[in-house]
C-alpha cells in the first residue's frame, strides 16, 4: 500500500484557459472604470483657463471622486453579495434558484442606488461642508456644481454593478468588458467636447460622467435579460420581494458594504488632512496670481496627492480585477462543495495575483515621470505625486495580492464579518491615525508630511491587512462560514491544525500526493 501509485486530482471547474478568459476582461473592464475618474481631472487641469482656476478645478474633480467612491462602494457590496450567493447556486447546479436570487439583487441595488441619488442631489451642500468644508470657495463651488450633476448617475452605476455582477458569476465577463469600454470611450469623447469645444469647465465634466454612466448601465440591462443566459433577469416583468432570499443576500452584502464603504471613508478622511488648512500660507500651498491679478491658494499637497492616488488607482486594477475574479471561482468551488477543490483554486488564484500584480506595478513605475507630467499641475505637484507613487508602488508589489486578494478570497467563502472587522480596524488605526499624525497641524510637533504622510499610512494598512487577512486563511476557519464543516467540533482550533492548513495551502504537492483520507474528505 504504501509503494501504491499515488494519483494527483485533477480539477476541472476552471481550466486554465477559462481562468484566463474570465480574469482578463475583468481586468481590462476595471482599467476602462478606474480611468474615468483619471481622465475627467487630467482634462480639467489642461482647460483653457488661468492656472489657479485650472488647478482648482481638477482638484474640486478629484475630491468629489472619493465622495462618490464611497457610496458606490454601497452598491458594489449589495451587487457582490448578490453575485456571491448566485455563484454559489450555480456551482450547486441550482439554476432556478440562482435566477431567482439574482432578480432579487438587481431589484434591491436599484432601490437603494436610487433612494442614495436623490438623497445625495438634496443634501449636496451638507455633505460637502462635512468634508471639504476648508477648501478655497472657488473649489468648493467646483465641487457642488460636480457633485450636483455625478449623483444623478447614482442609480445608473448601481444598475451597472448589479448587471455586471451578475453577468461575472454566469462567465460573462467579456461582456462587461465591452460595457466599460463603452462607457470609457463615451466619457473622454464628450469630455473632450464639453471641456474643449463649448468651454463647459467642472459641469462639461459632470455631464461626460453621467452619459458615461446611463449608457452602458442600460447596454448592461439589455446583455442581462438574454434568455440565452444561464441566469437571466428582466426587471419589468411581474415581481416581489423574497424575504428568505434577501436576507441571505444581506448576510454577505451589509459586512461587506459596511467594510467597503468605511475603507473608503477612511481614503476620503485622509484625503481631508492634506487638503484641510492649508490654503492660508506655508509648504503646503502656493501663491499664483491670477488673470485679474488676486492671489490665490492653490494646495500642492493636494494635487500631488490626486496625481498619486488616480495612477495608484490604475496600477491596482490588475490584482483587483484577479480579487473579483476569486467572487466567481472560488465562490463556485465552494457551491460544489469540495474542500480540497476550494483549497487548488485559491492556490491558483494567488500566483496569478502575484504574477499579474508585479507586472502592472512595474509598467507604471517606468511609466510614472510620463503620466504625472500630462497633468496641467505645477511643478511642485507633479514632483510630490512622483514621490508618493515611487513610495507606495515599492510596497505594492508585495503586499497588495495579500491584503486585496486575501480578502476577496475569503468573501466568497460567506466568511464576511471576519473580513469586516479586521479591514475596519486596520483602516481606522493606520490608514486614519497614523496618517491624521503625519499630515496634521493640529499637534505641535507632529512631522506634517503633506501627501507623503497619507500613503505612510496607507502602505501601514496594506501590511497589516496581509497579516491579519492571510493568517485568517491559513487557520481554515473560513471552511465554518462557507458551510464546508457542519459540526462546530470539526473546526481547527489547535496550533497544529492551524500549521496543517498553511501546508495545505502553500505546498499544493503535499496535499495532492498524500494518499491519506482525512475525517473531512470522508
Not at 492656472?51 to 457590496?77: K, P
Not at 451578475?166 to 467636447?193: D, E, H, P, W
Not at 509598467?363 to 505637484?381: N, R
Request: hydrophobic fraction near 50%; aromatic fraction near 10%; charged fraction near 15%.
Amino acid at each position: 500500500m504504501a509503494n501504491a501509485v499515488k494519483e494527483k486530482r485533477k480539477y476541472t471547474l476552471f481550466t486554465g484557459k477559462q481562468l484566463l478568459w474570465l480574469i482578463l476582461p475583468i481586468v481590462i473592464e476595471q482599467i476602462f472604470s478606474t480611468s474615468l475618474g483619471l481622465f475627467d481631472s487630467l482634462m480639467v487641469s489642461n482647460i483653457n483657463a488661468p492656472e489657479a482656476v485650472r488647478s482648482n478645478a481638477s482638484n474640486a474633480v478629484g475630491n468629489i471622486d472619493y465622495i462618490n467612491n464611497l457610496i458606490i462602494q454601497l452598491f458594489s457590496a449589495f451587487a457582490t453579495g448578490g453575485a456571491i450567493v448566485t455563484s454559489q447556486l450555480l456551482g450547486a447546479n441550482d439554476r432556478e434558484g440562482a435566477n431567482k436570487s439574482a432578480k432579487q439583487m438587481l431589484m434591491l441595488v436599484i432601490c437603494i442606488s436610487t433612494a442614495i441619488g436623490v438623497a445625495c442631489l438634496a443634501l449636496n451642500w451638507p455633505i460637502i461642508k462635512l468634508f471639504y468644508g476648508d477648501v478655497e470657495s472657488s473649489t468648493f463651488s467646483y465641487q457642488q456644481t460636480y457633485f450636483y450633476v455625478t449623483a444623478a448617475s447614482f442609480p445608473f452605476i448601481g444598475l451597472f454593478n448589479a448587471c455586471a455582477a451578475l453577468l461575472r458569476a454566469q462567465r460573462k465577463s467579456f461582456s462587461t468588458m465591452a460595457s466599460a469600454a463603452i462607457s470609457c470611450a463615451v466619457n473622454v469623447g464628450l469630455n473632450a467636447i464639453f471641456l474643449f469645444v463649448l468651454n463647459m469647465g467642472v459641469l462639461g465634466a459632470g455631464l461626460a460622467t453621467l452619459f458615461c454612466r446611463a449608457i452602458p448601465a442600460i447596454f448592461m440591462l439589455v446583455l442581462l435579460g438574454n434568455k440565452k443566459n444561464v441566469v437571466c433577469v428582466r426587471i419589468f416583468e411581474k415581481f416581489r420581494f423574497n424575504g428568505a432570499l434577501i436576507k441571505k443576500i444581506l448576510r454577505i452584502a451589509i459586512p461587506s458594504g459596511i467594510e467597503s464603504a468605511l475603507f473608503q471613508l477612511g481614503k476620503l478622511m485622509t484625503n481631508t488632512f492634506v487638503n484641510a488648512g492649508v490654503y492660508a500660507t506655508g509648504a503646503k500651498s502656493i501663491k499664483i496670481i491670477d488673470a485679474d491679478g488676486k492671489a490665490v491658494y492653490v494646495n500642492v499637497q493636494a494635487n500631488g496627492n490626486a496625481i498619486a492616488n488616480q495612477i495608484n488607482n490604475i496600477a491596482s486594477v490588475v490584482g483587483g480585477g484577479v480579487g473579483t475574479s476569486c467572487l466567481t471561482v472560488i465562490g463556485q468551488a465552494v457551491g460544489a462543495g469540495d474542500t480540497d477543490q476550494v483549497k487548488y483554486y485559491m492556490r491558483r488564484m494567488f500566483l496569478l495575483s502575484y504574477i499579474a500584480n508585479g507586472i502592472c506595478v512595474g509598467v507604471i513605475l517606468a511609466l510614472v515621470p510620463f503620466i504625472s507630467h500630462m497633468y496641467g499641475y505645477t511643478a511642485e505637484a507633479k514632483t510630490i505625486g512622483e514621490h508618493c507613487l515611487y513610495f507606495c508602488l515599492a510596497f505594492q508589489f508585495f503586499t497588495y495580492p495579500l491584503s486585496f486578494t486575501t480578502p476577496g478570497i475569503l468573501k466568497a467563502t460567506s466568511d464576511v464579518k471576519y473580513v469586516m472587522w479586521c479591514a475596519i480596524a486596520s483602516m481606522f488605526i493606520m490608514r486614519v491615525g497614523l496618517a491624521f499624525l503625519l499630515t496634521t497641524d493640529k499637534i505641535p510637533g507632529m512631522p506634517q508630511l503633506g501627501a507623503m504622510g497619507y500613503w505612510i499610512g496607507m502602505c501601514s494598512d496594506w501590511v497589516l491587512r496581509s497579516v491579519l487577512f492571510f493568517s485568517r486563511l491559513l487557520s481554515g476557519r473560513w471552511k465554518k462560514a462557507s458551510g464546508l464543516l457542519k459540526d462546530k467540533s470539526e473546526a481547527p482550533a489547535a496550533c497544529g491544525e492551524a500549521v496543517g492548513a498553511a501546508e495545505d495551502v502553500l505546498n499544493p504537492a503535499a496535499e495532492e500526493d498524500s494518499g491519506e483520507t482525512t475525517e473531512e474528505e470522508r
